[in-house]
């Protein structure tokens, strides 16, 4: 009995299943009916059996088969196996019909790999959690050992819940994911622990495994009980478990031991009740397909399933959510003595503040807030909102200079004096760039601020003569310009900036420069999917913020000159980056009763870095992708766009109805992976920021502040207005 799925063939013979393609056997289980137990020792033992019955219905495959226990449990499957559209579907229900001595339990779907039972042949991609290798993962991150047994996450740490394996020498891939967004709630009576049973835990959990034939639970002080079983291991597969399992992964440097030789690792395991009549289902899509490389396999499996998943958006006004942010803005901008800045961090729900520091950019965005206080109080005839973005701009360009040519990155008002930071390459270029913008848009208004421009021209003069001989930076500076960090992987961070000052100066330097780092980062970062350090307080390890500078400096590169290759690299980077962005939506419980996740859901937020937590920073780039759509003509980039504009606005008191001090606030990140929201509950600069600069430039460009009213446009007219260097720094 078959079933045909575009070129492949999924054969149902022996009790198994087989997956081949062209006569090639890729992939197979032979005994597919799985249960994991959770005995009266508390230890898991896995159990397995063939199918018993294989009939053919109007609709697909129906399987049915049973696995028996030692402990006396009888559990039941039901498998039926669909076709649908471009994908496999496998919906499972399973029943208990004896309940033993078996405390809990829980099911695997799964397919063996046949190519190669060696992870090192595979590459992997589970999105925001799993990238290739892992190479540039931090030391507690899933993959990064691949000598390990299980390599499973909680589908809800991914941006999408799928996972899919591509093998480095045929390419032919497999993907899982979970076929519904329909995960409810877990009981939050109980408290996670290594070792649970949860009636209502329904998470699922993606990744691969080849375990051996003996049990594996880490006790609470390191010890790791193996026992010998009589199921027999395949060897490597991709698998689907429910409820989910999250690990193995290391402990870190601090772990609960007795013996601190052993190094422990975390394996939290989830199980369903083992009562009489327990009933267990679920379902999971299969997709199998070849591709010529990583980065076509991870584009495309993400689009598949995210066509599938996506949250619906968010209904907000962004006209009013916009202004709601700048009039906040305004009321936390004030006056230290000869300076204007926000505070660094606002304690919600009521804005207390408990740091007061000026950051040039990323977290800070100081001179970018500045910008905007200044563009819209000028628009809008709020003089408050002028004089103090005016202020923040001027005091930066008055206070910040160097003598090697860049700025000071940290100001204190209680000591009047910059605080000793290296100078950060992403952190400068964020605010030379609005700096530059407020110079361009006071000289449009016929006033000139000389002194603006020169402090761009020394800092784009201190970018050409740090960079290095190969076109790279490197990621911070001592005081003196020299190397502080070795790593070069922030290298697309000033490219716009270079750019925009060629436009607006003429100087070719610049633009050689611009020119120079962009193509390497195309050989480095685009050719090797190598995006890392994108933010200045994590380590060099693979991220979001990465691959949305590398987007911002290929596309800026782009608009300059029109050469295909900088658009490939721009695509590339977008399609990276969009898969940290949670685009499914699963119940979460904050614990704080004024928080907007208690009203609306999760979708829009990003995951920071591997392993980290959630934020709004997607917002940064609606006006990119909807950009990138006018360039490539590709749908799925307004619809994402659209989706990151709207849902990002979740975490956010929109209409003041949440109940923060004022409208439009949101918190600054979060991990709520286990559906408890974890957080610092507080607010920093950049969170509104993010918000209101796409909407800004979305505003400038094509005259809206929704994009369903920018597409009211004709396509030409849109098409016009998105070439933005065309009559760029022209007063």
Not at 161 to 184: G, H, I, K, Y
Not at 276 to 287: D, N
């Amino acid at each position: 009995m078959k079933l045909e799925y575009g070129e492949y063939t999924l054969s149902f013979a022996n009790g198994g299943v087989v997956v081949e393609k062209n006569g090639t056997v890729l992939y197979y289980n032979k005994r597919p009916a799985f249960v994991f137990v959770k005995t009266k020792e508390a230890v898991t033992e896995f159990y397995d059996d063939t199918y018993s019955d294989v009939e053919e219905e109007r609709e697909g495959v129906l399987c049915v088969g049973s696995v028996s226990t030692p402990g006396g449990s009888v559990f039941s499957f039901r498998d039926m196996y669909t076709v649908v559209s471009s994908e496999l579907k496998i919906q499972r229900e399973v029943l208990v019909e004896k309940a033993g001595e078996d405390l809990g339990f829980s099911t695997k779907i799964s397919f063996v790999m046949a190519e190669s039972q060696a992870p090192r042949d595979y590459e992997c991609f589970m999105p925001g959690v799993w990238y290739k290798q892992n190479e540039f993962a931090p030391a507690r991150s899933i993959g990064k050992d691949l000598d390990a047994e299980y390599f499973w996450q909680w589908e809800t740490r991914c941006g999408l819940p799928l996972f899919a394996m591509q093998n480095t020498t045929s390419r032919e891939t497999v993907c899982l994911s979970r076929w519904a967004a329909d995960v409810t709630m877990r009981d939050l009576s109980l408290a996670l622990s290594e070792n649970e049973v949860d009636r209502k835990f329904t998470i699922g959990s993606l990744g691969m495994s080849r375990p051996q034939s003996k049990t594996l639970n880490y006790l609470y002080y390191g010890f790791a009980v193996r026992k010998e079983i009589s199921t027999p291991c395949d060897g490597l597969s991709i698998d689907y478990v429910y409820p989910g399992g999250d690990g193995e992964i290391p402990k870190g440097d601090f772990y609960a031991s007795m013996n601190f030789a052993i190094k422990s690792k975390n394996f939290n395991r989830m199980y369903h009740p083992v009562e009489k009549g327990f009933w267990q289902e679920y379902a999971v899509s299969a997709q199998f397909a070849f591709y010529g490389n990583f980065q076509s396999m991870m584009r495309e499996t993400w689009r598949k399933v995210y066509s599938r998943l996506r949250d619906r958006l968010f209904p907000v006004d962004n006209e009013k959510h916009f202004k709601n942010c700048m009039q906040f803005l305004k009321e936390m901008t004030c006056q230290y003595g000869e300076s204007y800045g926000l505070p660094f961090a606002a304690q919600l729900p009521h804005l207390d503040i408990s740091c007061v520091s000026f950051q040039f950019g990323f977290v800070g965005q100081q001179p970018g807030i500045g910008y905007q206080l200044l563009r819209y109080g000028d628009m809008e005839g709020d003089r408050e909102a002028y004089e103090k973005g005016f202020g923040i701009l001027d005091f930066w360009v008055r206070r910040a200079m160097t003598e090697t040519g860049a700025p000071n990155v940290c100001y204190h008002p209680a000591i009047d004096d910059f605080e000793p930071y290296p100078f950060w390459t992403r952190m400068i270029a964020d605010g030379m760039e609005a700096i530059l913008d407020g110079y361009l848009y006071l000289r449009r208004k016929g006033k000139e601020q000389t002194a603006w421009l020169d402090f761009c021209r020394k800092t784009a003069d201190w970018y050409v003569r740090i960079q290095n001989e190969d076109g790279s930076y490197y990621r911070s500076y001592k005081q003196d310009s020299s190397m502080n960090m070795d790593s070069k992987a922030n290298t697309p961070s000033p490219i716009r900036f270079l750019v925009q000052m060629y436009l607006v100066t003429g100087d070719e330097r610049y633009k050689t420069a611009a020119e120079k780092a962009g193509q390497w980062s195309y050989e480095n970062l685009y050719k090797n999917m190598e995006y890392r350090g994108g933010t200045c307080d994590n380590m060099d390890i693979t991220d979001k913020e990465a691959g949305i500078y590398a987007l911002f400096g290929f596309l800026a590169l782009y608009d300059l000159s029109g050469r295909d290759e900088w658009l490939e690299a721009a695509k590339a980077a977008a399609d990276y980056t969009e898969t940290w962005t949670y685009a499914w939506s699963f119940p979460v419980m904050s614990p704080y009763p004024i928080h907007p996740f208690n009203k609306y859901g999760i979708s829009g937020q990003s995951i920071i870095t591997i392993g980290g937590g959630a934020d709004v920073y997607m917002a940064a780039c609606s006006y990119t992708y909807y950009r990138l759509y006018l360039l490539t003509g590709e749908d799925h980039y307004r619809d994402f766009a659209e989706f990151v504009h709207n849902n990002t606005r979740q975490s956010n008191d929109v209409d003041g109805s949440v109940g923060y001090r004022y409208a439009g606030v949101g918190h600054e990140s979060g991990n709520f992976a286990t559906q408890v929201l974890e957080s610092h509950y507080h607010w920093l600069p950049w969170c509104t920021f993010v918000e209101i600069d796409p909407v800004s430039h979305l505003v400038d460009t094509f005259g809206a502040y929704e994009i369903s009213d920018a597409e009211k446009l004709s396509l030409e007219e849109r098409q016009r207005r998105n070439r933005i260097y065309a009559q760029y720094g022209v007063c």
